[in-house]
């Protein structure tokens, strides 16, 4: 029943932003961490960035911190990351997450540590 579909995804130049956007549904948003990954061809799903339940308290990819921004909106039931500066390696399927356990403080990186996935959002950055 619970379901993530994440949007905003696309192609955009070097240097350019993008917002992607994660709707949440068949669970209660507000009480789960939410995190962003992202996985390129040949590679294993990589962690971008994390927020607490409750919003404020984020974790971010050392490759995309300072660049990317994650956020939440509980009563919309979405979160957000918002790409900035994006270079080529940024390219990849960004999936959205929702954590196994509500109520986390510590956030996780590992993606055995999220249930519930979206189908994934393309993103594709130029030079």
């Known amino acids: 029943q619970a379901q993530l579909v994440e949007s905003g995804g696309g192609l955009v130049q070097a240097g350019g932003s993008l917002r992607l956007s994660c709707a949440a549904s068949g669970r209660t948003f507000s009480r789960y961490g939410m995190g962003w990954f992202r996985q390129r061809p040949g590679k294993e799903r990589e962690f971008v960035a994390a927020i607490r339940w409750s919003g404020g308290v984020t974790a971010y990819a050392n490759s995309v911190r300072g660049r990317f921004t994650i956020s939440r909106d509980n009563a919309k039931n979405t979160v957000f990351l918002q790409m900035n500066s994006l270079k080529p390696e940024d390219t990849a399927v960004y999936v959205c997450?929702?954590?196994?356990?509500?109520?986390?403080?510590?956030?996780?990186?590992?993606?055995?540590?999220?249930?519930?996935w979206g189908q994934g959002t393309q993103v594709t950055v130029s030079l």
């Open positions: 997450a929702a954590e196994k356990t509500a109520y986390t403080v510590v956030l996780p990186t590992m993606p055995d540590e999220y249930d519930i």
